[in-house]
């Protein structure tokens, strides 16, 4: 039997009460971080989910997770290391998702971006006029 087979075969539902608790839990952090509604559907998401299973099932509900979560200096420096980036092509794809929640086509509605016009601003959206970057007024 294939991994795939025995992934799918371990699941089971939880009762609704877990459920509902989960629902209140992951709405909270939704509306707190200003999260699409679509995260829950992201499968980076789901992998962080069963990483945290995994380390409930293996040291129990009393896990630190001071320690067990890095320091954000700690992610930057990870990321910073990584060819994948939250820098230009990363930026605009999520800001192209983001407007497509509002029905809105980065590329067919051609909207302004208002920004502080930082360099992962800049390589997100140039200097070519296509998407005509604004900074506020101070």
């Known amino acids: 039997?294939?991994?795939?087979?025995?992934?799918?075969?371990?699941?089971?539902?939880?009762?609704?009460?877990?459920?509902?608790?989960?629902?209140?839990?992951?709405?909270?952090?939704?509306?707190?971080?200003?999260?699409?509604?679509?995260?829950?559907?992201?499968?980076?998401?789901?992998?962080?989910?069963?990483?945290?299973?995994?380390?409930?099932?293996?040291?129990?509900?009393?896990?630190?997770?001071?320690?067990?979560?890095?320091?954000p200096t700690t992610i930057s420096r990870y990321i910073s290391m990584r060819e994948s980036s939250c820098t230009g092509f990363h930026i605009r794809e999520q800001i192209r998702e983001i407007l497509k929640d509002f029905g809105c086509d980065l590329e067919l509605d051609n909207p302004i971006i208002v920004t502080d016009r930082g360099s992962n601003m800049i390589k997100a959206f140039g200097q070519d006029g296509k998407n005509a970057l604004h900074q506020p007024p101070a």
């Open 1 to 71: 039997m294939n991994s795939s087979k025995l992934r799918n075969a371990a699941q089971f539902d939880v009762n609704p009460e877990t459920k509902q608790e989960g629902v209140a839990v992951i709405t909270e952090w939704v509306v707190k971080n200003c999260c699409s509604f679509k995260i829950i559907d992201n499968s980076e998401l789901k992998k962080f989910a069963s990483f945290l299973i995994k380390v409930g099932a293996t040291y129990g509900a009393n896990v630190d997770f001071a320690k067990l979560l890095p320091h």
